[in-house]
């Protein structure tokens, strides 16, 4: 029998009441009858369009919405919700093109620009992305979410000031938008202001004390500059909040290793498993623990779990697990991860592998290649290739990243002076002309690197050339820039405010031309650096080198924990901070070995 018009109207009306009250499976049973006597209704399709989306069902959602707009391409609400839809489920591309259809009908739509912003940043399109976000303001300059997001695409740019302005705009408008008092801080630590950071976050937990994404993040800016109890504190206060949140206890993990109170840390490192099996920043962070106590047969198996959850290399190939499996193997593949020191520090072993491949492939920064070929040029089995070149499977039979290498030859300490091994040749005539040119005052040349630009770790392990001028001071030295980057304005003012020369070889790039960067390292009688790729330069040379390290924070894992000789270098010796942004110590303590030096 038919339902009438007005037994119909009253469904719409029931179906209406019981989506306001959230009530939409029976909402959706009234809405499904209605679209078999009602099939071409807008309001019906639309309003079970909506439905079916709130309650998950995308395909069917998606289908009402084409739907409708196939019968009246004129409708705004069904293309921004159609966009929601699209967005909520990641078809970036599909929600781009219905926010085009949109601005069709509706040019002035915030709405339509801002989701298409929206989609455009997911697909990396961060430009157009910046741009739909700016015409939405145009049209509303009270819309705070498109600042929100502005700020978003502008600081994964690596825009952080543009990133910041949109943050602050966005907190003008809503001064309790945690989110953006959130996102600010980020901004504020990715451009070094530390201090403007914790404020946001701080101004953040004001609002809203359960905010736990904050906590990770204070914590660390806290680490940063220093205030370690006070991070503690921190991540103490975020575990009560959400006991579960796994950056708390990696964050309180990695603190508590970099402060030596390893039981602790690995405590946290075994909490993460505990919430989450699958998680392997936990477990490689613990590998890094057993390392630093030369813990190997604990720490390799955990170690190479890093490529395991998102491997790096595809390849059909197997990768290589044990020596006792490479009899069945002829040619390797050894690919490169990692920074270019790690690459050196690593390749220090892969002589070993020379009697059990009679073809060795070995991957590596471009940069290096004509240096490692020369220094390899005694071992016809190794073939070095730039890692920015593909590698036909055909060459190879089995593969392994650089960094496990170790796992075959390091199972204690004592293993490290049978299988590590300075490898490292600099160019002979290069050597000869640098030797030459600065050995005309008969004085020790001395090598030095003060700076590193790691993002995460960098600050905690770089000098000024300012707390170096004791060292600088040193008359029977002549010293060498081996510092990367442009660094010229600060060895200009230092030459300017205290007299003192810090000699730069301007033919040489320190930073991309490494083939002559190697000679010039060479051509030093010693080398003062702190923990970056000089040292392992300086290391696989043979080169004497005293090593700067920070007191807690920053350090790598193979320079140990409180070692003065290094366990893998015999030519390194280390100086630690004992309290955290301290160097008057261990630069004391260096002095007084350069002075019996000479």
């Known amino acids: 029998m038919a339902l009438n018009t007005k037994k119909l109207m009253q469904l719409l009306q029931t179906a209406s009441s019981l989506c306001q009250s959230n009530d939409l499976p029976a909402a959706k049973i009234i809405y499904q009858k209605l679209m078999k006597k009602m ?17 998950d069902d995308f395909q069917a959602a998606h289908q009402l919405f084409k739907k409708s707009l196939l019968i009246d391409k004129n409708q705004p609400s069904v293309y921004l ?8 489920n990641h078809d970036f591309e599909g929600a781009a093109k219905i926010c085009d259809e949109y601005l069709k009908i509706e040019s002035a ?6 989701n298409k912003g929206r989609a455009l940043s997911k697909l990396e399109k961060n430009k157009e992305a910046i741009a739909c976000y700016k015409k939405t303001l145009e049209i509303d300059p009270n819309f705070s979410l498109a600042y929100l997001n502005m700020g978003f695409t502008l600081n994964k740019t690596g825009k952080y000031e543009e990133a910041i302005k949109a943050y602050d705009n966005a907190i003008k408008l809503d001064p309790n938008f945690t989110v953006a008092l959130y996102n600010r801080g980020i901004a504020q630590d ?14 953040g937990l004001e609002v809203d004390s359960n905010f736990i994404l904050i906590y990770p993040n204070l914590g660390m800016t806290l680490e940063r500059i220093g205030k370690n109890d006070d991070a503690l504190v921190i991540y103490n206060q975020g575990e009560k909040i959400s006991p579960n949140h796994i950056a708390i206890f990696i964050n309180r993990g990695n603190l508590y290793a970099s402060l030596e109170r390893y039981e602790k840390s690995e405590a946290d490192y075994n909490r993460v498993v505990e919430i989450d099996p699958n998680d392997t920043e936990s477990v490689y962070n613990k590998a890094l623990l057993n390392f630093k106590f030369e813990k190997f047969n604990d720490a390799w198996p955990l170690y190479d779990l890093r490529w395991k959850q998102n491997p790096y290399i595809d390849s059909a190939k197997p990768e290589l697990v044990s020596l006792k499996d490479a009899d069945g193997f002829e040619n390797i593949l050894i690919w490169s991860e990692q920074g270019i020191g790690d690459q050196l520090f690593f390749l ?6 020379n009697s059990f491949f009679k073809k060795i492939l070995i991957s590596v920064d471009s940069r290096m290649v004509e240096t490692l070929k020369r220094s390899f040029d005694d071992i016809k089995s190794i073939k070095i290739i730039p890692s ?3 590698v036909d499977e055909q060459e190879y039979d089995c593969h392994i990243p650089m960094g496990s290498l170790g796992r075959f030859f390091i199972d204690r300490q004592s293993d490290i002076k049978k299988c590590f091994v300075p490898f490292m040749k600099s160019d002979s005539d290069k050597l000869k002309q640098l030797k030459k040119e600065l050995g005309i005052n008969n004085k020790k040349i001395c090598g030095i690197s003060w700076k590193s630009t790691n993002k995460e770790s960098g600050a905690y392990r770089s000098l000024s050339l300012q707390e170096l001028i004791p060292i600088l001071q040193l008359e029977s030295f002549t010293f060498v820039n081996l510092q990367y980057g442009d660094c010229r304005n600060e060895i200009n003012t230092l030459k300017k405010d205290h007299g003192l020369t810090i000699i730069n070889i301007s033919s040489i790039d320190n930073f991309n031309n490494l083939n002559d960067f190697t000679s010039l390292v060479d051509a030093c009688d010693l080398v003062i650096s702190i923990d970056n790729s000089t040292v392992h330069f300086a290391g696989t040379l043979n080169k004497k080198t005293y090593l700067l390290r920070p007191y807690a924070n920053g350090g790598h894992w193979y320079w140990g924990t409180n070692q003065i000789q290094s ?12 309290k955290w942004g301290e160097w008057h110590r261990p630069i004391s303590l260096l002095i007084k070995e350069l002075n019996n030096m000479t």
């Open 81 to 88: 919700n159609f966009s929601n839809l699209l967005l909520e």
């Open 348 to 353: 220090s072993m892969v002589k070993n592998l």
């Open 109 to 114: 739509s915030s709405m339509a620009h801002f």
């Open 39 to 55: 099939p071409a209704n807008l309001e019906v399709i639309n309003n079970l369009g909506i439905v079916y989306a709130c309650l």
């Open 567 to 578: 366990s893998w270098y015999s030519s390194v010796k280390t100086f630690k901070q004992e």
């Open 190 to 203: 990715n451009s070094f202001l530390f201090e403007d950071a914790i404020k946001s976050y701080k101004a």
């Open 388 to 390: 920015n070149n593909s």
